[in-house]
């Protein structure tokens, strides 16, 4: 991430002093950084809210219950986590949240997920199989209603605002059986570093 | 029909599960309360904990949409990426997608208005906007939460399975909608 990261810096500075754009670079970065401080802390009321629910829901013992609905899928996707594991239970109400386009319960159910398992990854610091597939999974979106979308469509007054769905869902799909095939398939061109035990993340 | 139902549940599903899990847990025996307030306190850490790495991919992608760069990636791949069936008024939002979420909705709502929601070009906007997702975003948030920053195969599958859904909404468009 660390040379990603890097040359995207280096392409801006070269592009903006081709473009004579160095004067928008500064506010650039200075804005950027103000707004993920802002999306962070409003986040953070939907994280806490939703994180806080997930205990409950734990406790009482739902998730596993759900976990165990949805096992025989996640279990094939995911075969290094435990069936019984809270990551599991975690990572369906993520999935299950995303389809269902609720993008706010989404993201905290995801990230628990990621945190759980974090635990079980030997390499601390470094993506495990299992969250470089998470990460995937949520990127193509599974969305099964795009709202947002749909909303633009009809303030910009289309005759048919949803005439979109089947499309969209098609789209989706294959974006998903790529993800997959994608993070099954490349796990191996990029090798985990052997893991260090005791070494600090 | 289906959509109506689909209207209902995503309505009905967070309402429902907000006090739907108290009382089941309550049933339980659950001390519903104190066990809530302990997992909210540990997602408002976590949306703490995520601040840096947000900063470091925001500013960047920031500054690469500040210095013109997707303009002049846009003007170079243009030729290319018409032939293929994707218009020109579409392409940036291609480049936009995996970067910023609501500039990807400005492109969109730029097609929409230009040419039109019924077209090939606006519903081909619309189809690609809601068949992906702010890649950059997901893996920031989610990686900058558990600590990592080795994405390992991870930005390559999303950025692969972000194309392959672009590629896919074209052929969709076409073979469900009409081409141009």
């Known amino acids: 991430m660390g040379a990603i990261w890097t040359v995207l810096l280096g392409a801006s500075l070269v592009a903006a002093a081709v473009n004579g754009r160095m004067g928008a ?4 970065a200075l804005d950027s950084a103000a707004k993920a401080v802002t999306l962070s802390l409003g986040l953070a009321g939907a994280m806490a809210l939703w994180l806080g629910l997930m205990k409950v829901a734990e406790e009482a013992g739902l998730v596993r219950a759900l976990a165990r609905v949805a096992r025989p899928v996640l279990v094939r996707l995911f075969p290094e986590v435990p069936p019984d594991h809270p990551a599991m239970g975690a990572m ?8 269902l386009g609720l993008g706010n319960a ?6 628990k997920a990621m945190q759980a398992l974090e635990a079980l990854n030997p ?9 470089a597939l998470l990460c995937a999974l949520n990127t193509a979106s599974v969305q099964l209603v795009p709202a947002s979308v749909i909303a633009l469509r009809a303030s910009a007054g289309s005759r048919a605002p949803a005439e979109i769905l089947g499309a969209t869902l098609c789209a989706s799909a294959c974006g998903v059986v790529v993800a997959v095939l994608a993070a099954k398939a490349l796990g191996r061109l990029f090798p985990a570093p052997a893991a260090e035990p005791g070494a600090a993340p | 029909m289906i959509r109506a139902a689909l209207d209902v549940v995503s309505t009905w599903a967070i309402p429902v599960l907000l006090a739907g899990i108290p009382a089941l847990a309550l049933a339980r025996g659950v001390k519903v309360y104190p066990v809530f307030v302990e997992g909210a306190k540990e997602g408002f850490a976590t949306a703490v904990r995520i601040i840096p790495a947000l ?20 003007a170079a791949l243009a030729p290319v990426t018409s032939a293929l069936g994707l218009p020109a008024s579409v392409l940036p939002l ?5 970067l910023s979420g609501g500039a990807a909705l400005g492109v969109v709502g730029d097609v929409l208005r230009s040419e039109g929601p019924d077209g090939y070009a606006g519903r081909l906007a619309s189809v690609m906007a809601g068949s992906t997702e702010t890649t950059f975003y997901v893996l920031a948030v989610y990686m900058g939460a558990a600590g990592i920053t080795r994405y390992r195969q991870a930005l390559p599958a999303a950025l692969l399975a ?9 052929v969709t468009v076409r073979l469900l909608l009409g081409g141009p």
């Open chain 1, 25 to 28: 670079l500064t506010a650039a």
């Open chain 1, 92 to 99: 369906l109400m993520n999935l299950s949240a995303n389809a």
């Open chain 1, 106 to 111: 989404a993201t905290p159910f995801g990230v």
């Open chain 1, 123 to 131: 390499r601390k610091g470094t993506a495990s199989d299992a969250q």
């Open chain 2, 55 to 74: 900063v470091a991919i925001f500013e960047a992608l920031g500054m690469l949409r500040a210095s013109g760069a997707m303009d002049a990636a846009a």
């Open chain 2, 94 to 98: 291609v480049l936009v997608r995996p």
């Open chain 2, 162 to 170: 972000d194309l392959a859904g672009f590629a896919a909404a074209i």
